[in-house]
């Protein structure tokens, strides 16, 4: 209204925007696109900002964080940001002893492995991660009318990381674990859905419009061991934040045969890789709920008129849709060309625009 203040206001548009009406199912003026790892070594002006800085003290640099978590919004025109941090900074901040390589990703000096390992954990206070806070507040600021994604792990991809001491293809150390201790394992995944749900909140109430939990690497596990051993605490974590109404995004690779149970996680929104057409995906998951997807991030590497057909090809598989977000099937590999990125915002808009 006409003697709302300009951060009222502010929060109206954002409230408005497609973004946040797609994911609440809601009509909308174009199909809104961002993608995830957006912000990152695809673009010239992160490895310019990076230069020097590890990536874990990256994620503690509030001026940095907003400046990354921009970039990509002022190239590519994409309709949201994503809070730019990585799914084991919470951990990092409980003072875990991990790294994140260069080329590896996240490695863990001490693997969980044993009840007593369990005692490396402790609970996350806001005050751990202030960083977050005070990142989001210059952030909020600087977007505008664009929401802010914010985003965590989920249990199971951080336990697989906390258990096998780093990237694995096989989680043969969680699935053992699971398997044969899973009275371990669930206490494990509590005390990681509690540390997730106090870092979502923390991005939350500093300004995040929606949240994205990143359950990576679930697709590893068949829906029995998923419903069992997995999905009450990620239900735990997306219950926990259900209070704020803001968007839940909920994201995992390879999840073809779990997408109904990561929506009945309790999910406003399943994200789905590019394995399943999205109007397969929308009959898998079930009627109430939108879907994010689903590009596959290697496409991009082909001719603009291949990235067209196959744009058009999600486009048209998700017309009959709730609510669709576009969106890669995972995330922008780091050799993609900056500018077919732009050109796909750019394509996504038009061929959509109502
Ligand atoms: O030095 C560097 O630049 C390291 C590369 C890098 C970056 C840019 C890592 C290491 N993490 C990140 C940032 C990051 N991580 C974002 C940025 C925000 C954006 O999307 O723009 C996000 C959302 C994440 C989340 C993340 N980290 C996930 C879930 C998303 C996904 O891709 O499935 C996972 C699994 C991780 C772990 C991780 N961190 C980094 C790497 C290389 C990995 C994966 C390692 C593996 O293969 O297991």
Known sequence: SANES???????????????????????PHTPVWFMRQAGRSL????????????????????LITEITLQPVRRHGVDAAIYFSDIVV???????DLDIKPGVGPV??????????????RDLTPEDVSYVTEAIGLLTRELGPTPLIGFAGAPFTLASYLVE?????????????????????????????????????VQIEAGASAVQL?????????????????LPASAKVLDSVAGYGVPRIHFGVGTGELLRL??????????????????????????????????????????????????????????????HVFNLGHGVMPSTDPDALTRLVEYVH?????
Not at 6 to 28: D, I
Not at 108 to 121: E, W
Not at 293 to 314: H, I, Q, Y
């Open 165 to 201: 001491g780093g990237p694995s293809r096989t989680y043969e150390n969680a699935k053992a674990m699971m398997y044969g201790d899973p009275e371990l394992w669930s206490d494990l995944l509590d005390r990681l859905a509690e540390i997730t749900s106090v870092f979502l909140k």
């Open 214 to 230: 990143f359950d990576s690497w679930a697709g590893a596990l068949a829906p029995a061991d998923y419903r069992r051993s997995v």
């Open 262 to 323: 990561m929506g009945e996680a309790g999910a406003d929104v399943v994200g789905v890789d590019f394995r399943v057409p999205l109007d397969e995906a929308a009959r898998r998951v079930g009627p109430g709920k939108a879907l994010q997807g689903n590009l596959d991030p290697t496409v991009l590497f082909a001719s603009t008129e291949a990235v067209e057909a196959k744009t058009r090809e999600v486009l048209d598989a998700a017309a009959g849709l709730e609510g």
């Open 6 to 28: 300009p951060a009222g206001q502010a929060r109206t548009a954002t409230y408005e925007s497609a973004f946040l009406k797609a994911c609440r199912r809601e009509p909308v």
């Open 90 to 96: 919470p951990l990092k901040a409980i003072g875990i």
């Open 44 to 63: 010239p002006e992160y490895r310019k900002v990076r230069e020097g800085v590890p990536m874990l003290e990256s994620c503690t640099r509030p001026e």
């Open 350 to 354: 038009t061929q959509t625009a109502r």
């Open 108 to 121: 863990v000096a001490h693997p969980i492995r044993t009840r007593a390992d369990l005692a490396q954990l």
